[in-house]
Each structure stands twice: as structure tokens, then as C-alpha cells.
């Protein structure tokens, strides 16, 4: 069974600093990929990054990079130059690459605050 | 293009009351997962379908029946709701032939009240 667990239930950060979110993650399966999604207060879900397992270098994208730590199974999110508009929940989750359902196993998330 | 769309958005039931959750998508993705949410929870899994006819269970499939009769839509059952259902329950689809590799495309959730 995979298995994330995300340890800050909430965190602040000033307007235009970085900030990381933690994530650690547990799985048996050689081959797997992350994903970091953003929820703001409206309750869509909003895909920000992907990490795969075999992938040589961090993801990035935009103010969003992804620190992946394989042998730490870790793979947290930095947000650069942090905005009012990041204040949200963000969830990272798990995928199975190696079956054939491409199940997303979920962390309980880490509500951001960004403070002017 | 709507993406993933969901009927009802809200609901309130009353205890042993059935009803349909509703999920269309439109972007021919394989793959269709239905979702609850709970506060302090994050997102777990009820029932998820790889195709047209098929269906399988999630992590949390008690109380729930679910149906993909088309490929297009993906419907989730509630046969005898109870308290324990109030929820947030996210529909989402994907296909690995398209964009991100394995990216799950959220609909807007329906908020379900059970009494």
C-alpha cells in the first residue's frame, strides 16, 4: 500500500518569499509518480506539478519546483515569490506507474496562508 | 471543452434517502475516479473505472455503487445515504495518451448533506 503523509496541517509565509511544503511518501513500486495539486477556497482542484520516479532532475514549473529526495522518499514543493493568491490547501499524492489504474493516493494536506 | 463536469453541485438528504451522483467528461479520457472528502482527510478514493463496462473498488467503497456505462460518464450511487456520507465528492478523469503523463482532471465537487 502507498502511503503519504504531508506533517504541517498549516503554514504562513510574507508576500514574496519562498516557501516549502513537505511531503513524504511510502511505496514498495519501483516505478511511481507525485503530484502536488492546489486547492483554493472556491474547492476546485488544480493540478500544479509532476515528479516521476525515474525522472533525472527536479520538476519545475513556473514559481513551483519540486525538491525530490528518492533515497528520503520526500518530494517537496517550493513556491518562489509567494502571492496572495497561493493561499490554498495543497495536497500531495501518489501514482502507481507500474499497474494499469493510475490510482492517486492522497496526503491530508498543508493549508497555506500568505500574509501581505 | 467543459473538462469534468457534476450533477448535482450540492444536496441535502435525509437519512436512508437514495440518489445519483452524475459525472461527464469530455476529453475521451479511459480512466474516471470518484472521490470523497473529508475535513482533515485530503482526497480518498471510492471507485474508480479504466473503461467503458468496467468498474473497481477504491479505498473507501462501502455504500456506494458505481456505473460506467458510457465512456463519457461515470455515475456513483448512494442506495441508503447516512450521516457518515455528508461529504465533498470530487469526480475526476484521465488517460495516459494525453498531456501530463497520468494527470487526473478534477471536476467541481457536489457537497452532500445527509440528515
Known amino acids: 500500500a502507498q502511503k503519504i503523509t504531508q506533517t504541517q496541517p498549516g503554514m504562513f509565509v510574507q508576500e514574496k518569499e519562498a516557501v516549502t511544503l513537505d511531503c513524504t511518501y511510502d511505496t514498495s513500486d519501483p516505478s511511481y509518480g507525485l503530484f502536488w495539486y492546489k486547492q483554493p477556497s472556491s474547492g476546485e482542484m488544480i493540478f500544479l506539478i509532476y515528479q516521476g ?56 494536506g498543508t493549508l497555506l496562508t500568505v500574509n501581505p | 471543452n ?39 482527510m485530503g482526497l480518498r478514493l471510492i471507485h474508480y473505472s479504466v473503461g467503458e463496462g468496467t468498474t473497481a473498488k477504491g479505498e473507501v467503497p462501502d455504500g456506494y455503487n458505481v456505473s460506467r456505462l458510457k465512456k463519457q460518464n461515470f455515475l ?27 494527470e487526473q482532471y478534477f471536476g467541481p465537487g457536489t457537497r452532500l448533506t445527509v440528515t
Open chain 1, 53 to 108: 520516479s525515474y525522472d533525472q532532475q527536479n520538476a519545475t514549473e513556473g514559481r513551483y519546483s519540486l525538491n525530490f529526495q528518492k533515497a528520503r522518499k520526500s518530494a517537496n514543493l517550493v513556491i518562489s515569490a509567494s502571492q496572495l493568491g497561493d493561499s490554498a490547501m495543497y495536497f500531495c499524492a501518489i501514482e502507481n506507474s507500474g499497474g494499469s489504474n493510475y490510482k492517486l493516493t492522497f496526503g491530508k
Open chain 2, 76 to 102: 456513483l450511487g448512494l442506495e441508503s445515504a447516512a450521516p457518515s456520507q455528508t461529504s465533498v465528492y470530487f469526480c475526476a478523469s484521465s488517460s495516459p495518451l494525453s498531456g501530463h503523463p497520468y
Open chain 2, 2 to 40: 467543459a473538462g469534468v463536469t457534476q450533477t448535482p453541485k450540492f444536496r441535502v438528504l435525509k437519512t436512508g434517502q437514495s440518489m445519483t451522483l452524475l459525472c461527464a467528461q469530455d476529453m475521451n479520457h479511459e480512466y474516471m475516479y470518484w472521490y470523497r472528502q473529508d475535513p482533515g
